[in-house]
């Protein structure tokens, strides 16, 4: 059974920094293409990070976002510093094998919320 469980969300003021954590298990950890999205109130579900064994990012939260992995761990995290209200959102963690539709899971999110 595959299991994606994130943590660290939170209330934290603009400016301030959170790290996120996501755990997986059931899965060939290694092989699999790891990556953050978040999901604001009316929106559409939004990549925000992917990593592989390179990284890319989403242009709204480059350099300050930064996404790493722990393959001997089985952890993905995301540390997200100078955050802003407009990073308020429900994020997910997300594990994928290639492009594959059926090998696509997802942990059930953690609030951020970014206010004073």
């Known amino acids: 059974q595959v299991q994606l469980v994130e943590s660290g969300g939170g209330l934290v003021q603009p400016g301030g920094s959170l790290r996120l954590a996501c755990a997986a298990s059931g899965i060939l950890f290694s092989a699999y293409a790891m990556a953050w999205y978040r999901q604001a109130p009316g929106k559409q579900r939004e990549l925000v990070a992917r990593i592989i064994s390179g990284s890319d990012y989403a242009d709204s939260v480059k350099g300050r976002f930064t996404i790493s992995r722990d393959n001997a761990k089985n952890m993905v995290y995301l540390q997200m510093d100078s955050l802003k209200p407009e990073d308020t959102a429900v994020y997910y963690c997300?594990?994928?094998?290639?492009?594959?539709?059926?090998?696509?899971?997802w942990g059930q999110g953690t609030q951020v919320t970014v206010s004073s």
């Open positions: 997300n594990a994928r094998l290639g492009v594959s539709a059926q090998y696509n899971y």
